[in-house]
């Protein structure tokens, strides 16, 4: 229904000839002329200014001086929260009379008819202005400016970092139009620009005003691997993660939270004081300093590993408070080994204290300490003459490294492998990682190592072999290894000999050759050098000469009938087995009970 309050009652209408139903000198027409001058002209897609008359939760009725109101869907005023009947709203219409006679209008198009150029002038006057954000988009927000959907980038929603954008949708906000795409009519709003010429004053204040040492409130603003920015009012510092706590963190949030409100206090700033450096673990006493002060050197204490490095482990006996255990003082053995091989971050350890410097604040631990030291007692433990089992954990071109148990280690000199096999490297003799059997030779306590051999385990058979291997000898041998100088030769009992290369020729002239079982002559036996000398060639010469003796001596007149021994082989016992001492000893009592 069109308001009438003002239109003013026509002048000549009878109002008698109305009352008693005689109206027919004022025509239909005329009635109608009458009524339409008493509306305002208004034509279909054009944009006026309406009233609002009432509304509700669904829809706003707008008069704008037509012979019927309009009705607007609620939603299309969304960005206006506050409107109220009364307010002055622009409408486009639409159609003036739809099939029902009712004029249709919308609040929507009249803003987008017309938006483009209030934007502009809002752009152009610095104007705030204000928008209903719609939803979330890729980057920030989409907000409904004057029926345009402007873009809200997320760095321009506040001077804080948003981290949950979807709180916002929905919110009618104020907006300051800070860049327009004429050619692509993009429109970009902030509403961070409104409240940044304030807290530019106030960050002024602020900065004026820092000083070292200073203790200010702020608020976590963001958390990173390596620290945590603090918001100052305006003002950003950062707390580096090494000034979070007096004890070593691994991740800034185990102190502190997003938009925790902390005590922090200035430590420094450069010239400009655009980089504050701020601290929270200062405002509390270094645990040093708390700490007993009756721990000495000597003591026990139990800890956390708070840090592994190969050369040793930290550990945390009190937040704050830290020893250094290094790797040699994990174990008493000597092997060069990681200090990972002893333990791992967050084992629960016990140590001593071996040094504490309260001033310097550093401390040394051990925890080999907590075991007694092997070579105290090592005469009574290990005499020399004694017989142990030990693990091969080395070789050298001169030795086997071993140990006995951990800490106590010695050397096997090659020459002490075996008395009868000349060995080139340890290596053909054992293995790393093995078990032998030595017997302590000596004793060296001032570099902490034992002499050790192996062969000692055994009889010398040397002793045997000086009574089988006298000069003269002959033995049956085989060719096992052929050099520059001479040729090795496999004996019984696995003893080697030797034979330079003139000793090696055979009766018919030819060169005696590799795996060629030949007799051979002892022609030099040493038993403190281990070495036999043999010779081939001397076996048939020695024949030869005596021939010839023989010979002379029956040309000449006979003097004596006695008969000339000729060599043989007194041994044929080369199958025997290597390092058979059983048989060797069989034999040596068995050549004393001949004597």
């Given at each position: 229904?069109?308001?009438?309050?003002?239109?003013?009652?026509?002048?000549?209408?009878?109002?008698?000839?109305?009352?008693?139903?005689?109206?027919?000198?004022?025509?239909?027409?005329?009635?109608?002329?009458?009524?339409?001058?008493?509306?305002?002209?208004?034509?279909?897609?054009?944009?006026?200014?309406?009233?609002?008359?009432?509304?509700?939760?669904?829809?706003?009725?707008?008069?704008?001086?037509?012979?019927?109101?309009?009705?607007?869907?609620?939603?299309?005023?969304?960005?206006?929260?506050?409107?109220?009947?009364?307010?002055?709203?622009?409408?486009?219409?639409?159609?003036?009379?739809?099939?029902?006679?009712?004029?249709?209008?919308?609040?929507?198009?009249?803003?987008?008819?017309?938006?483009?150029?209030?934007?502009?002038?809002?752009?152009?006057?610095?104007?705030?202005?204000?928008?209903?954000?719609?939803?979330?988009?890729?980057?920030?927000?989409?907000?409904?400016?004057?029926?345009?959907?402007?873009?809200?980038?997320?760095?321009?929603?506040?001077?804080?970092?948003?981290?949950?954008?979807?709180?916002?949708?929905?919110?009618?906000?104020?907006?300051?139009?800070?860049?327009?795409?004429?050619?692509?009519?993009?429109?970009?709003?902030?509403?961070?620009?409104?409240?940044?010429?304030?807290?530019?004053?106030?960050?002024?204040?602020?900065?004026?005003?820092?000083?070292?040492?200073?203790?200010?409130?702020?608020?976590?603003?963001?958390?990173?691997?390596?620290?945590?920015?603090?918001?100052?009012?305006?003002?950003?510092?950062?707390?580096?993660?090494?000034?979070?706590?007096?004890?070593?963190?691994?991740?800034?949030?185990?102190?502190?939270?997003?938009?925790?409100?902390?005590?922090?206090?200035?430590?420094?700033?450069?010239?400009?004081?655009?980089?504050?450096?701020?601290?929270?673990?200062?405002?509390?006493?270094?645990?040093?300093?708390?700490?007993?002060?009756?721990?000495?050197?000597?003591?026990?204490?139990?800890?956390?590993?708070?840090?592994?490095?190969?050369?040793?482990?930290?550990?945390?006996?009190?937040?704050?408070?830290?020893?250094?255990?290094?790797?040699?003082?994990?174990?008493?053995?000597?092997?060069?080994?990681?200090?990972?091989?002893?333990?791992?971050?967050?084992?629960?350890?016990?140590?001593?204290?071996?040094?504490?410097?309260?001033?310097?604040?550093?401390?040394?631990?051990?925890?080999?300490?907590?075991?007694?030291?092997?070579?105290?007692?090592?005469e009574a433990k290990y005499p020399v003459g004694s017989k142990h089992t030990a693990k091969v954990r080395n070789f050298t071109n001169f030795g086997v490294f071993v140990e006995i148990e951990?800490?106590?280690?010695?050397?096997?000199?090659?020459?002490?492998?075996?008395?009868?096999?000349?060995?080139?490297?340890?290596?053909?003799?054992?293995?790393?990682?093995?078990?032998?059997?030595?017997?302590?030779?000596?004793?060296?306590?001032?570099?902490?190592?034992?002499?050790?051999?192996?062969?000692?385990?055994?009889?010398?058979?040397?002793?045997?072999?000086?009574?089988?291997?006298?000069?003269?000898?002959?033995?049956?041998?085989?060719?096992?290894?052929?050099?520059?100088?001479?040729?090795?030769?496999?004996?019984?009992?696995?003893?080697?000999?030797?034979?330079?290369?003139?000793?090696?020729?055979?009766?018919?002239?030819?060169?005696?050759?590799?795996?060629?079982?030949?007799?051979?002559?002892?022609?030099?036996?040493?038993?403190?050098?281990?070495?036999?000398?043999?010779?081939?060639?001397?076996?048939?010469?020695?024949?030869?000469?005596?021939?010839?003796?023989?010979?002379?001596?029956?040309?000449?007149?006979?003097?004596?009938?006695?008969?000339?021994?000729?060599?043989?082989?007194?041994?044929?016992?080369?199958?025997?087995?290597?390092?058979?001492?059983?048989?060797?000893?069989?034999?040596?009592?068995?050549?004393?009970?001949?004597?």
């Amino acid at each position: 229904m069109a308001d009438l309050k003002n239109v003013a009652p026509l002048a000549d209408f009878d109002w008698e000839a109305y009352e008693s139903g005689d109206a027919a000198n004022v025509s239909r027409e005329e009635q109608q002329k009458a009524y339409e001058g008493s509306l305002n002209k208004v034509n279909d897609h054009e944009v006026v200014d309406g009233t609002v008359i009432a509304m509700n939760k669904r829809e706003v009725v707008v008069n704008i001086g037509f012979k019927s109101d309009g009705i607007i869907p609620m939603s299309e005023f969304r960005y206006n929260p506050d409107l109220k009947v009364g307010d002055v709203v622009e409408v486009y219409i639409e159609n003036q009379e739809d099939k029902k006679g009712q004029l249709i209008l919308s609040h929507k198009k009249a803003r987008a008819t017309r938006s483009w150029d209030r934007v502009n002038e809002a752009l152009e006057k610095e104007e705030i202005i204000k928008g209903y954000i719609k939803c979330r988009t890729k980057g920030g927000m989409i907000v409904d400016v004057f029926g345009i959907e402007a873009f809200l980038p997320g760095s321009q929603i506040d001077v804080k970092p948003i981290r949950d954008y979807d709180v916002f949708v929905g919110k009618t906000m104020e907006f300051k139009v800070v860049k327009i795409n004429q050619e692509f009519k993009n429109v970009v709003v902030s509403h961070k620009a409104l409240i940044e010429a304030e807290l530019e004053q106030q960050k002024k204040e602020i900065i004026s005003k820092l000083e070292k040492g200073q203790v200010l409130e702020g608020t976590v603003k963001n958390i990173t691997s390596y620290g945590v920015f603090i918001d100052l009012g305006g003002v950003d510092g950062l707390i580096h993660i090494t000034d979070l706590s007096w004890g070593r963190v691994s991740d800034p949030r185990e102190v502190v939270q997003l938009d925790q409100k902390i005590n922090v206090v200035i430590l420094d700033f450069d010239d400009e004081k655009k980089r504050i450096a701020l601290g929270l673990k200062q405002l509390t006493p270094h645990p040093w300093d708390a700490l007993d002060p009756n721990l000495k050197v000597g003591d026990k204490v139990k800890g956390k590993v708070v840090v592994m490095a190969d050369y040793g482990a930290f550990i945390e006996i009190a937040p704050g408070v830290e020893g250094l255990i290094h790797v040699s003082e994990m174990s008493w053995s000597q092997h060069l080994r990681s200090a990972q091989d002893f333990m791992k971050v967050g084992d629960e350890v016990e140590a001593v204290i071996l040094t504490l410097d309260r001033e310097e604040r550093k401390m040394s631990l051990g925890i080999k300490q907590l075991k007694a030291d092997p070579w105290e007692n090592i005469e009574a433990k290990y005499p020399v003459g004694s017989k142990h089992t030990a693990k091969v954990r080395n070789f050298t071109n001169f030795g086997v490294f071993v140990e006995i148990e951990e800490g106590v280690d010695g050397l096997i000199h090659i020459s002490d492998l075996s008395w009868t096999k000349k060995i080139k490297h340890p290596s053909e003799f054992t293995q790393i990682g093995a078990e032998i059997e030595v017997q302590v030779l000596e004793i060296d306590k001032e570099n902490r190592r034992l002499s050790l051999g192996h062969k000692q385990l055994e009889e010398n058979p040397w002793d045997v072999f000086e009574t089988v291997f006298t000069q003269d000898s002959v033995h049956e041998g085989t060719i096992v290894e052929m050099l520059d100088k001479g040729a090795v030769i496999q004996l019984e009992y696995g003893v080697e000999g030797f034979a330079t290369p003139k000793h090696l020729v055979k009766e018919d002239g030819s060169q005696a050759q590799l795996n060629e079982k030949l007799p051979f002559k002892v022609i030099e036996f040493n038993k403190e050098s281990k070495r036999i000398i043999l010779s081939h060639s001397r076996i048939f010469e020695d024949a030869q000469r005596a021939e010839a003796k023989e010979a002379k001596k029956a040309a000449a007149p006979k003097k004596s009938s006695k008969k000339e021994d000729t060599p043989m082989i007194q041994n044929q016992a080369a199958s025997t087995t290597l390092g058979d001492i059983d048989a060797l000893a069989a034999l040596k009592a068995q050549m004393e009970k001949g004597e």
